[in-house]
């Protein structure tokens, strides 16, 4: 096993940053390109694409794996239909230890773990997933309910410098938030979590321990918690949180089309959102309620891509095959989570998955990309992952 690093390095400027190529270099993780530790992510990434305009095939920076699809919760606007009892198929402790050791092989630089259902519920494989995670030196980042926390697992996430904790949570008040997660209790279980890991940081911070994790609110925007995105920045503000995520409800669903904004609702929506920004830019809070400006970027469905230039990997409507891998619990593979599961199954071998070869699906989806070809599911695709495609284009065009 690779050493562990053992300070944590996410907030540390430049200038005192510790010299760690040496521990780098002694890790499995090998490094793909000299310098590409010292770049930041957009112009890491621009470099992996400039090698595969090259002809070389370098691994994907992100990979997201979702442990589960079981779920310990209800949230009433869920997609995911089987999320009770045990589930059948999904990748066991030791394919995700296999799948790991292989990431690290091809340069995987972050792991997103995520659900489906919550990934605390594979108590068999998340804790320790997060524990390998780190001692590879990769950044690692977990969305979750956070309703299944424990003492171990708040100490393990601060002793390992866990990168980044996502809770879900969708009011700042207990009886709006558990309406729409289904389950009353939650919001105590999850403020309760994060104002001790907030505590734990701000105690380290005073002894000079940097402050991993960090921690941000993923919100779905319903007409229940509309009016509430300046009471959330606020709320996010005081337990230490550094970003509040907010998206559109996407509904399936005759009771989550009754959750979603009427005219007059969606009409008061721009002047609510530049109120809290307002608020956010003063208490130092990123957020995603720039998309709730206008009307044309809430929802989600209709999104449209620019398919101009020519026919070549920086001109691609969509960058995420060329560095984003997600594996959903039975192992098998898209480029993204909205194009869910369509392709090959990482028990083949994560290499053989990922590489470009005629008649993969990978392969194929890289050549359509190039050629303006999309699926329609893209359609569907959220403004979060254009605006990263976006950052990462900058550097690539440069
Ligand atoms: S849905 Fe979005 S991220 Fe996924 S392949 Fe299509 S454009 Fe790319």
């Not at 068999?124 to 171990?152: C, Q, S």
């Not at 999104?303 to 409507?317: I, K, L, N, T, Y």
């Amino acid at each position: 096993m690779a050493p562990r690093i053992a300070a944590c390095i996410g907030r540390v400027p430049p200038s005192q940053a510790p010299d760690l190529r040496a521990t780098f270099e002694s890790m499995p993780l090998p490094v793909l390109e000299a310098d590409e530790y010292q770049l930041s992510e957009g112009e890491a990434i621009a470099a992996r694409m400039r090698r595969w305009d090259a002809g070389q095939s370098p691994g994907p920076y992100t990979m997201e794996l979702y442990p589960t699809m079981t779920c310990n919760i209800d949230c009433v606007f869920c997609d995911t239909t089987y999320r009770k009892g045990k589930q059948h198929g999904e990748l066991t402790a030791e394919d995700y230890w296999k799948l790991l050791d292989e990431a690290a092989e091809m340069g995987v630089r972050r792991v997103f773990i995520l659900g489906g259902g919550e990934p605390m519920v594979r108590r068999d494989v998340t804790p320790e997933l997060m524990r390998r995670i780190k001692n590879y030196g990769m950044e690692g980042h977990l969305a979750t309910n956070g309703t299944l926390f424990n003492d171990r697992i708040i100490d393990q996430i601060i002793e390992s410098c866990w990168d980044e904790l996502h809770f879900s949570l969708d009011a700042p008040d207990r009886a709006t938030n558990d309406f729409l997660r289904g389950s009353k209790g939650t919001f105590d279980k999850v403020s309760q979590v994060m104002s001790r890991i907030h505590a734990r940081k701000h105690f380290r911070a005073q002894r000079g321990v940097q402050d991993a994790p960090r921690m941000l609110i993923h919100a779905v925007v319903t007409n229940k918690n509309y009016r509430m995105f300046s009471d959330m920045v606020r709320f996010a503000h005081a337990l230490g949180c550094y970003r509040v995520n907010f998206d559109y409800i996407i509904a399936y669903r005759p009771e989550q089309h009754a959750l979603k904004l009427n005219e007059a609702e969606r009409a008061q929506v721009p002047a609510l959102a530049r109120e809290a920004i307002k608020l956010a830019e003063q208490l130092g809070l990123e957020t995603t309620l720039d998309h709730f400006l206008h009307e044309s970027t809430m929802d989600r469905g209709e999104m449209v891509f620019d398919q101009s230039g020519p026919e070549d990997v920086a001109h691609a409507p969509c960058l995420n095959p060329w560095y984003y891998l997600v594996v959903q619990p039975d192992g098998s593979t898209s480029p993204c989570c909205v194009i869910t599961g369509t392709g090959n199954n990482v028990r083949e071998g994560l290499g053989e998955v990922w590489r470009s070869r005629d008649g993969s699906y990978f392969g194929d989806l890289r050549r359509n990309m190039q050629a303006k070809v999309m699926t329609d599911l893209c359609r569907n695709c959220s403004q979060s992952i254009i605006a990263r495609n976006d950052y990462i284009r900058e550097h690539l065009r440069d």
